[in-house]
């Protein structure tokens, strides 16, 4: 990611300890006094983005109150603190965080707002994938590590593990609610594999608006052909030299689409599936790569959406 706003970073903090002064969260999160279902206060959690407080929701359940700071179709590769951040950070018990080099904006942010609580990094323990060494966005490895199914247990776990740790007293619950989740990570992932077997060997090629499915295509043994944004910082462009080569490589392996995602704009992907001669997958189809869907939506938790992009992919690859 590329910090194109450092220069305004006092001008957020004079903002944020602002409002830390006048008044309380404006978030759309439960407010740390929040009741649990035992009568005391919910714990109070921030989560950076929607696949990690996802985890969270299922983990903690009512005992928890969670700030979930990057919102649905917002890209976290570009994303921007805000003084509402520092706010949230500032007043939490705990800090959730994807891990892998995707928040690098964090640790400025938690020293701003005098956090003094757990941070807790969920891909502790994921075995990583390495990417281009040149790319600024893989320099601790690929982040998109939740499209693995057997990673979203890994985070799940290590969530859990925070969670009872700044809250001993419900502990047992927090392990209970690890335990159902788990299952349905498994389920997931079975579902996964069952729809894959049944699409030919030659037919998984895959082409996404950015390399963000690197784990997903290793899971399910897809080939993955190119990205129409030639690196994990979504604000790259391809050269026209690497545009004629994926358009190339597209027609050379046989790749009958190219996959648009949800928080990225689709324009490019269809001109280079114009030239191609292939179909572009897009609209209410497009793929969820690093973001969930809309709150309340099924693809606004992490299992609709992983069941929503196996599902496209497998029907747009198999037709």
């Not at 759309?28 to 959690?45: F, P, T």
């Not at 990057?70 to 939490?92: F, L, M, R, S, W």
């Not at 490019?268 to 869907?293: H, R, Y």
Request: net charge negative; charged share 20%.
């Amino acid at each position: 990611m590329k910090h194109r706003q450092r220069a305004l970073w006092t001008v957020v903090v004079a903002a944020a300890v602002t409002a830390l002064a006048g008044c309380g969260s404006g978030d759309d999160a439960v407010g740390n006094s929040a009741a649990a279902a035992d009568g005391a206060a919910a714990l109070a959690v921030v989560a950076t983005t929607p696949e990690v407080a996802d985890f969270a929701r299922n983990i903690g359940g009512g005992d928890v109150a969670i700030t979930q700071i990057i919102k649905p179709n917002v890209d976290p590769h570009e994303y921007e603190p805000t003084p509402a951040d520092i706010q949230a950070i500032g007043t939490a018990k705990v800090v959730l965080k994807n891990g892998v080099g995707l928040e690098k904006w964090l640790d400025q942010t938690i020293a701003s707002a005098g956090f003094k609580g757990a941070v807790v990094d969920s891909s502790t323990g994921v075995t990583l994938r390495k990417g281009d060494p040149g790319d600024e966005e893989m320099a601790d490895g690929d982040p998109h590590i939740w499209h693995n199914p057997q990673n979203a247990k890994i985070m799940a776990t290590n969530i859990e593990k925070g969670l009872a740790a700044a809250d001993p007293a419900r502990a047992a619950t927090f392990a209970k609610n690890l335990a159902a989740y788990a299952a349905e990570l498994d389920k997931l992932d079975a579902d996964n594999e069952a729809a894959f077997a049944k699409l030919p060997a030659a037919d998984r090629k895959l082409v996404t608006n950015h390399d963000a499915f690197g784990y997903y295509v290793d899971r399910y043994q897809l080939e993955f052909v190119g990205s129409v944004i030639p690196s994990m910082d979504t604000s790259a462009e391809l050269s026209a030299k690497q545009l004629t080569e994926l358009v190339a490589k597209i027609r050379a392996t046989g790749t009958k689409a190219i996959f648009t995602e949800s928080s990225l704009p689709p324009k490019t992907a269809e001109a280079i599936a114009k030239q191609a001669g292939v179909k572009v997958v897009g609209g209410e189809d497009a793929l969820f790569g690093d973001s969930l869907g809309a709150e309340g939506t099924p693809e606004g938790t992490y299992l609709g959406a992983e069941k929503h992009n196996t599902q496209v992919i497998v029907s747009a690859l198999g037709g």
